[in-house]
């Protein structure tokens, strides 16, 4: 899909489509019943768990932009990961990534250990042998995150449904980084979808909603079963805030992208700066792949502080446009610590082999403009690198003290022994 393409489905999702009234924005439709035509003649809305006409249209706009077979608009991202999940049985195996959003790998966990759902097998796809991880695990799901969260590291989407397609395995591949704008799994072969629409979809951080697209109608139907069983539908106000905010996703993410570029210009350059993730990198190992199966870089950044993590509160309270805060993709400027926020239901060991150090600072860039957005974080550096150098005077004040503090008693220990006092 071109990007006017997307643009024009975004900004005419619902548009001129009124029956009753010829509304040009949809109307919000908060009824929780409808009334039947007649006894016996249920009409196409009976209960707005089952459907609602706000939800619908966002879930037809959103199928769309995947490309998709059927969408099923949800009351959280997590509930749309929980909602694909009900695809597997206790013998199935799910393939999961080693670095994948902390909730979600809360979720996944949890369900495998806890009540034996389906049987969890992690696999690194960023090693050279994941192929050969992956045909031993045997799975029925493979989840994909790419880019991944928070670390950014790009996974061969085409390559893995490659595989999974002989090996008669479904792939579902979490797009939230990057939008049905920049990436659309499903024409790279996956078979399912999911976002957190509170994400760059809705972009404006005032609902909680998620969406799970399918490729096969089949497939579809059975998971808005699922949706009304379970009762994980999305409310229809919260729909039609996010139809408000999908209408200038086309250009909300061509500014933070802009802004993003910027910004990694800034941090490439800056020694308080140990090692930046950011596909747009030439660098970036995932670089190649990144640049062939999306259609930008996203809005996201990463890097590693180069300070101990006792200087982290020195950063954060020196910010002023950069907000210190969950989530991300909000018109907004954001940013977190994924260790102890987005991924602390993960333990300190599934941290490491995920790569999440103890300094590890995710940006998540807004529209803001960029040259005060690069004076925040100057900012944030300069009171670190004030930080460090007075640490350092007064290790070093310590370290004198210590040194005079030795020669007096070494002194006192000669006038005080009498064998010494020849020597003193």
């Excluded at 976002?195 to 579809?220: E, F, M, Q, R």
């Excluded at 995932?286 to 996203?298: E, L, P, T, V």
């Excluded at 790569?355 to 995710?362: D, E, N, S």
Aim: aromatic share 8%; with cysteine; glycine share 8%.
């Amino acid at each position: 899909m071109s990007h006017s393409a997307a643009a024009t489905i975004t900004a005419r999702a619902g548009i001129a489509e009124d029956t009753a009234f010829g509304a040009v924005t949809p109307p919000l439709y908060l009824t929780t019943t409808y009334e039947l035509p007649a006894f016996g003649k249920p009409g196409q809305y009976d209960y707005s768990r089952s459907n609602n006409p706000t939800r619908d249209t966002l879930a037809e706009a959103l199928c769309q932009l995947e490309q998709g077979a059927k969408a099923i608009v949800t009351g959280s991202g997590m509930s749309a990961c929980l909602l694909a999940l009900q695809l597997l049985r206790p013998e199935d195996t799910l393939v999961i990534p080693h670095d994948c959003y902390g909730g979600s790998y809360r979720l996944f966990t949890n369900l495998a250990q806890r009540k034996q759902a389906f049987k969890l097998v992690i696999v690194n796809f960023q090693r050279a042998d994941w192929a050969k991880q992956l045909t031993a695990a045997k799975p029925a799901m493979i989840w994909l995150e790419t880019p991944s969260n928070p670390l950014l590291q790009i996974t061969d989407v085409k390559a893995v449904c490659q595989l999974a397609s002989s090996i008669n395995a479904k792939v579902v591949v979490d797009n939230t980084f990057l939008s049905p704008v920049l990436q659309q799994p499903l024409q790279l072969g996956a078979d399912i979808v999911v976002h957190s629409t509170t994400k760059y979809i809705n972009g404006h951080s005032d609902i909680v909603g998620g969406v799970l697209v399918a490729k096969d109608p089949a497939v579809g139907d059975e998971l808005k079963w699922w949706a009304n069983c379970l009762g994980v539908t999305g409310p229809a106000f919260d729909s039609y805030m996010t139809l408000r905010g999908l209408r200038t996703l086309v250009p909300r993410l061509q500014l933070q992208q802009q802004n993003t570029a910027e910004l990694v210009s800034f941090l490439q350059r800056q020694p308080l700066v140990s090692k930046l993730y950011y596909p747009g990198l030439a660098e970036h190992p995932g670089h190649a792949i990144a640049k062939a199966q999306q259609s930008g870089f996203g809005a996201m950044c990463s890097f590693d502080l180069a300070a101990p993590a006792e200087a982290l509160p020195v950063f954060f309270s020196s910010l002023r446009l950069f907000t210190l805060a969950q989530s991300l993709g909000g018109i907004e400027s954001l940013i977190c610590h994924p260790g102890s926020m987005t991924h602390a239901s993960m333990d300190a060991a599934a941290q490491h082999t995920a790569g999440i150090g103890p300094t590890l600072v995710r940006l998540s860039v807004g529209i803001e403009a960029p040259a005060d957005l690069i004076a925040d974080l100057q900012s944030g550096l300069n009171a670190v690198a004030n930080w460090l150098g007075t640490e350092q005077s007064r290790h070093n004040s310590k370290h004198a003290a210590a040194k005079v503090q030795g020669k007096s008693e070494l002194n006192r220990q000669y006038r005080l022994n009498p064998a010494l006092t020849a020597l003193w």
